[in-house]
């Protein structure tokens, strides 16, 4: 699956939000640190805001921070608001469609797609955090092992 840059760039967001839901951060400080866009991840923040994933801090020391719940908030939730995953559109992918072969493909492809949307509907934030932290903890394990 191939997402497109405000993809990532929600993603990014989310997640980097997500990891301290107190703390705030700005446009600027998240592109910086994934070496993105800071107009192009401000217009995507404010998507987010309107999905209600990320709230806008006002005044100094303001910025974003996560709203959404870590428990609930899917992986799909968030590629959802920029890509059309499991649309119609998605599965038109063939051009011979009608053939056995085109069929047969589209069907294959379909499934794919329907696989994936089913992965990241069952993929919290918070699982993923948690995973970060477990395999960040473990890294920091096995190099003080070394």
Not at 43 to 70: H, I, M, P, Q, T
Request: a neutral charge; charged letters at 25%; proline letters at 1%.
């Amino acid at each position: 699956m191939k997402l497109q840059k405000a993809t990532y760039c929600a993603l990014y967001a989310v997640l980097e939000l997500a990891r301290d839901p107190e703390l705030q951060l700005s446009a600027t400080d998240i592109a910086d640190k994934y070496n993105i866009s800071a107009n192009h991840l401000a217009k995507v923040l404010r998507d987010l805001g309107r999905a209600g994933l990320v709230e806008s801090v006002r005044g100094a020391g303001g910025g974003y921070r996560f709203s959404g719940n870590l428990k609930r908030t899917t992986l799909f939730d968030v590629i959802h608001l920029f890509e059309d995953v499991g649309g119609a559109s998605a599965r038109a992918r063939d051009s011979h469609e009608g053939t056995d072969i085109g069929n047969a493909l589209n069907l294959v492809l379909s499934e794919i797609d329907e696989i994936a949307c089913a992965t990241l509907g069952s993929i919290t934030i918070g699982t993923l955090l948690k995973t970060m932290r477990w395999r960040n903890e473990r890294a920091a394990r096995e190099t003080v092992d070394s």
